[in-house]
């Protein structure tokens, strides 16, 4: 007999069906028992009126635990007042797993446990609709993001996550012992793709872990998380890099408003495409601040407060969820972000901000050798020495280029309006956090 999903039964009124799912809960009612089964489609009542099923199938669920494994086969009816207007009469009922009872969560939805509490049994906590729903748009966003590059002419492309080299600032490198050598967990695949897109297929991307030993405790900040990295060769200037970024957001909100409706519906989400995201030069976003009392020198970066305050003045005057920041000051950019000509003090890099949370920096590289040679040199790094690999990228035809790095939980984060990015990891990594 064919599996009919929870969804469906509606549609096979009259006739004999398959159920298989997970037991939600059971209930009593002198001669009435119901059992509510889950599956990935969503959730159907399976209704034992004594008189109508064997004496066994009737004795059986009270024995039946929640979250336990069940097989139902049956009559789908037409029902009015069942959930999906449908329930399952049953003639068989065979338990597959019987699960341990009590849970260590209620999965129900009824009771709420802490977030760590759910995160230790977080396959528990996840068999629901809600987190189905999340879980299920995080992976459409994801195959829209790829669907894009593809159809853009970028090139997946799968770099060492065991390097030994980093080029970020600020993140931190986590150690690893590799036989009897020290390594680094790869804090970004920026060497790798500056070395197989400008070095050579011109456009790469990669969806890949990225590891950062920062001690953050924000309801933004993983040390592991996924990063979405694209670089771009032959193009003119920063606003270039700025125009993918954009193509790809407006192309993977378009995406999942366009195919996760029923998800959206249960998240209470609705989701508009952004027509346009602003650009606002430093310079004037720093002016825009200093009317509201934020003061920041030339050579500041903007705080995560600064964002905030910034996002909500965007909000009013363009109307826009979205915004780009570009001309960053060099002094907090790393070396190898490329300087406007005659502007030694900043970069052509920029920062993506949506509802006031950062999801993406990029930048125009510098691929000139000897320049960016002097930019390491003032950042401390000696280019040839340090970083021999990397510096052959420039040595034997590099052009202008550029790219940016995207971390998908933010994204998925931002996208769902939820109050954690641990909500749209499964098991997410934080100095506490390394387990299960
Ligand atoms: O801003 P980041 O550090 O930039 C880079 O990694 C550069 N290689 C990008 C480039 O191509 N120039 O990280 C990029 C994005 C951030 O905007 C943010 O969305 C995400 O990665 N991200 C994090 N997500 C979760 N936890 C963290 N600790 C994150 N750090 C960065
Ligand atoms: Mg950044």
Known sequence: MKRVYAADVLGEANKPVLVQGWVQETRTFGGLKFIILKDRSG?????????????????????????????????????????????????????????DAPTPIDTSGKIESDLSVRLDHRFLDVRNRKSTAIFTIRSKL????????????????????????GVETGAELFEV???????????????????????????????????????????????????????????ESEQDIMDTVEGMMRHAIKSVRDECGEELGVLKRKLEVPVTMPRIKMEEAKKMLAAKGYVLGPDDDLGAEEQEVLANLVKEKFRSEFFFVYEYPFAVRPFYHMKPEGRPDISKSFDLIWNGVEIATGAQ??????VLKQQATDKGIDLDKQMAPYAEIFRYGCPPHGGTGLGLDRITECLLGLPNIRECILLPRDPERISP
């Open 142 to 165: 994801f195959k829209a993001i790829v669907e894009y590059f593809d159809e853009n002419g970028f090139v997946n492309i799968n770099t060492p996550k065991l390097t030994t080299i």
């Open 365 to 370: 590289r510098e691929h000139r050798h000897s």
């Open 177 to 235: 012992k590799y036989f009897d050598r020290k390594v680094y967990l790869a804090q970004s695949p920026q060497v790798y793709k500056q070395m197989f897109g400008p070095g050579a297929f011109e456009r790469v991307y990669e969806i890949a872990p990225v590891y950062r030993a920062e001690k953050s405790h924000t309801a933004q900040h993983l040390t592991e998380f996924i990063g979405v990295d694209f670089e771009q060769a032959f193009i």
């Open 43 to 99: 959730q159907i009542q399976i209704t034992l009126p004594k008189k109508e099923v064997k004496p066994e199938v009737f004795d059986m669920v009270d024995k039946i635990t929640k979250e336990s494994v069940i097989y139902v086969k049956g009559v789908a009816k037409k029902s009015e007042k069942a959930l999906m207007g449908a329930e399952v009469i049953p003639e068989t009922l065979e338990v597959i797993s019987l699960a």
